[in-house]
């Protein structure tokens, strides 16, 4: 599977939002971006994930450059409970995986009110 | 719907002890995971089994073993427990390819177990 980099942390405010960038430079083009988020040690908690088109769900939107080559979630109206450590991970397809993740560092998100 | 469920969620072990975390699913799914995650990093793939009757490692198998005779369970086991095993462990869980729900290719965890090996 395809490395992906992170920032290690980031803050951001209360109501606004935010983009959490992932560099994925190597993704093949059967590879997914997933992107899961844990807050304060609980399990990993799934948002989002696209192959090359951009995707929207009741959480979060998901930006996907043309090369695919990074990628953006947007937590749109970010609030307290979204403090969490996000994971970016690039993965192929379900089937040949046996659905396995690789998880990184994430980015530690810190949202101040 | 309980979900994964994970027990116990603490335990202290001494040197040497074994132990066997339990997880247990009640989602119907195939596909299920033991990770670790040591403070302050990402988690770490134990060994995994897509079916009952069927594991494989992961990226960090050893010192553990596991065991998938039901669909539902899927518990890890610690032989001889070392300072290195302290970790919160988690269980997740996924359904198989083509199934309801699966097109996501979601995980499912469950809340951890915290062991601390002294």
């Known amino acids: 599977d395809a490395k992906t980099t992170q920032p290690t942390s980031m803050d951001c405010a209360e109501g606004r939002a935010a983009n959490l960038p992932c560099n994925h430079s190597?993704?093949?083009?059967?590879?997914?971006v997933y992107w899961y988020r844990q807050i304060h040690s609980q399990g990993p908690q799934y948002i989002i994930h696209?192959?090359?088109n951009n995707e929207t769900n009741e959480m979060a939107s998901l930006i996907i450059t043309e090369d695919r080559k990074s990628s953006t979630l947007i937590l749109p109206h970010a609030t307290l409970r979204d403090t969490a450590v996000y994971y970016c991970?690039?993965?192929?397809?379900?089937?040949?995986?046996?659905?396995?993740?690789?998880f990184g560092g994430g980015t530690r998100v810190l949202v101040k009110p | 719907n309980a979900g994964v469920t994970q027990t116990p969620k603490f335990r202290i072990l001494k040197i040497g002890q074994s132990m066997t975390l339990q997880c247990t699913q009640d989602?119907?799914?195939?596909?299920m995971y033991w990770y670790r995650q040591d403070p302050g990093m990402g988690l770490k793939l134990i060994y995994y089994?897509?079916?009952?009757?069927?594991?494989d490692k992961g990226e960090v198998p050893n010192g553990y073993n596991v065991s998938r005779s039901t669909t539902e369970d899927f518990p890890l086991r610690l032989e001889l427990a070392a300072p290195s095993q302290t970790s919160v462990y988690f269980c997740?869980?996924?359904?198989?390819?083509?199934?309801?729900?699966?097109?996501?290719?979601?995980?499912?965890f469950g809340e951890g177990s915290r062991l601390t090996v002294l």
């Open positions: 997740a869980s996924s359904p198989n390819p083509g199934t309801a729900g699966a097109n996501t290719g979601e995980l499912f």
């Open positions: 190597t993704i093949s083009g059967n590879e997914y």
């Open positions: 696209g192959l090359k």
């Open positions: 991970i690039v993965r192929v397809t379900f089937e040949a995986a046996g659905n396995k993740l690789t």
């Open positions: 989602m119907n799914h195939n596909y």
């Open positions: 089994s897509v079916g009952a009757g069927i594991t």
